[in-house]
C-alpha cells in the first residue's frame, strides 16, 4: 500500500486510529487523491468481542475481520499509508501539525483526524474479563438481540443502571437489576422499576459463575446464587488517548471530544471522528462520522468551506 505516498514530505492528513472511523475517513480521502498517512496502535475498544452487530451488510461479522478487510479495500490507493504504531505526542507548528510516532519518526501535516476511539473501564468482577464480549456486554443495540428472551441482569452500581434495566425489557421479560451495594433508588425510580416489572438486588456480588465463556449465574457474597444468561454492564468510560486533551480540545460534559457538525474540533485543522466524540456508539456511525470527517478535510485543503 502507498508506495506513491511515501516519499517524505507533508501528509495531507494524518489519521491516528485505523478502527472503523479511521479507516472509513482514509477511504474517502484515498479516493479524493488525498495523501493520507494512517497511524493505528491496533487496539479496538471491542477485540474482546465476538460479533459486530447492526453494521448493515456486515451483520454478525468477526470485529478483527470488519477492520482487515477495510485495510485490505485501502491497499488500492496507492497515496494512501496505513502504520501500525502508536503516535505519543501531537503539537502545532505553524498552521501544520507535527505528529510524533512511538518508533521515532516526526511526521508533518496539513490536518489530522483524531479516531482514537474510548476505553471501558470494567468492574473488578472476579470471572468479568473470561465472558467480555460473550455473554456480558454494554450495549443493548449491539447484543440484545443474540440473548432475547434469556434471564438477563443489568450491573450498575447505585441509580446507574434503571435506565438500561428498563429498555433491556424489550428484549427480554427476565431483567434483574444488581446494584452490588446500596441502590438509594428514588422514589420515582422504585416506580419506574416496579411498572417495568424489574425487580432489584442489592447485595454484593462475589464472583460471576461461568461456563467457559458463557455466564451461568452471579453468585453474591452470601453465597446466593442468581442464575442469568447474559450480563449488561453500566461503566465509565474514557478517551483511549490524551492526544486531544494535550492540545487544547475543548470536551462535552460527559468527556467525549466536542466537535462541529463537520466533526471539527476547537483546535484549527484538528477533526475527531468515532466513539470518542460522540455519545452514540456504534460502528457503522463511527464510519459515518469518519467519512464526514474526511469530506470536510478534502473541502479545506481545497480552501472551500
Ligand atoms: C464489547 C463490545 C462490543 C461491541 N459491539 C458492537 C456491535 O455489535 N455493533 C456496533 O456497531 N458497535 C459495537 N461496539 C462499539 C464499537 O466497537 C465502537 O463503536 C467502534 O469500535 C468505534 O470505532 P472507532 O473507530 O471510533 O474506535 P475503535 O474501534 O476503538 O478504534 C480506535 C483505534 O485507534 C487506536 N488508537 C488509539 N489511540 C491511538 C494512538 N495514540 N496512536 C495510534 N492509534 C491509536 C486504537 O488502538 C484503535 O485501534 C462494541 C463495543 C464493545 C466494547
Not at 91 to 98: H, N, P, S
Request: contains cysteine; aromatic residues 4%; positive net charge.
Amino acid at each position: 500500500m502507498g508506495v506513491a505516498a511515501r516519499s517524505g514530505g507533508t501528509w495531507d492528513c494524518v489519521i491516528v486510529g485505523g478502527g472503523p472511523a479511521g479507516l472509513s475517513a482514509a477511504l474517502i480521502l484515498g479516493r479524493c487523491r488525498r495523501r493520507v498517512l494512517v497511524c493505528d496502535a491496533g487496539e479496538p475498544r471491542n477485540a474482546a468481542s465476538h460479533a459486530l452487530h447492526g453494521f448493515l451488510s456486515r451483520d454478525g461479522v468477526r470485529p478483527a475481520a470488519l477492520l482487515a478487510a477495510g485495510r485490505r479495500q485501502l491497499a488500492r490507493y496507492d497515496s494512501v499509508v496505513f502504520r501500525r504504531v502508536a503516535v505519543g505526542a501531537l503539537t502545532r507548528r505553524g498552521r501544520r501539525f507535527l505528529v510524533a510516532t512511538n518508533d521515532g519518526a516526526v511526521e508533518e501535516a496539513r490536518y489530522v483526524l483524531l479516531a482514537t476511539g474510548v476505553r471501558d473501564r470494567l468492574p473488578p468482577l472476579p470471572g468479568l474479563a473470561e465472558i467480555y464480549g460473550r455473554s456480558a456486554f454494554h450495549c443493548p443495540y449491539c447484543d440484545g438481540w443474540e440473548v432475547r428472551d434469556r434471564p438477563l441482569a443489568v450491573h450498575a452500581p447505585g441509580r446507574s443502571g434503571v435506565g438500561l434495566a428498563v429498555h433491556l425489557k424489550q428484549w427480554s421479560d427476565d431483567v434483574v437489576l444488581c446494584t452490588d451495594g446500596p441502590a438509594r433508588l428514588r422514589p420515582a425510580e422504585h416506580d419506574q422499576l416496579r411498572r417495568a416489572r424489574v425487580a432489584v438486588e442489592e447485595e454484593a456480588i462475589a464472583r460471576l459463575e461461568r461456563r467457559g465463556r458463557r455466564l451461568r449465574a452471579l453468585v453474591f457474597r452470601s453465597g446466593r446464587r442468581l442464575e442469568r444468561s447474559a450480563l449488561f454492564l453500566v461503566m465509565p468510560q474514557e478517551q483511549r488517548c490524551l492526544l486531544a486533551a494535550r492540545l487544547g480540545c475543548a470536551f462535552t460534559r460527559k468527556g467525549a471530544v466536542d466537535v462541529d457538525h463537520a466533526e471539527m474540533t476547537s483546535v484549527p485543522g484538528l477533526y475527531v471522528a468515532g466513539d470518542s466524540s460522540r455519545d452514540a456508539q456504534l460502528a457503522v456511525i463511527a464510519a459515518a462520522e469518519g467519512a464526514r470527517a474526511a469530506m470536510a478535510i478534502h473541502r479545506a485543503l481545497m480552501g472551500l468551506r
